[in-house]
């Protein structure tokens, strides 16, 4: 019997981007208070800088 070639093992996802490579930041307003808003922005993940796989 010959033997069965193995698959490559997937990558491990980023853990605080889940996999998709962005974060969403809230959006803060105001030169002194630094007020925040209901708004979001997307961002790329700083732990995997947009690839979406684990370090």
Known sequence: MPAR???AAKPK????????????????????KNRATDDKQSALCTEC??????Q
């Open 13 to 32: 996802k980023c853990k605080p981007c889940k996999g998709t490579g962005e974060t969403c930041e809230t959006v803060r307003v105001g030169a002194r």
């Open 49 to 54: 800088w947009g690839s979406g796989e684990a």
């Open 5 to 7: 070639p193995r698959s």
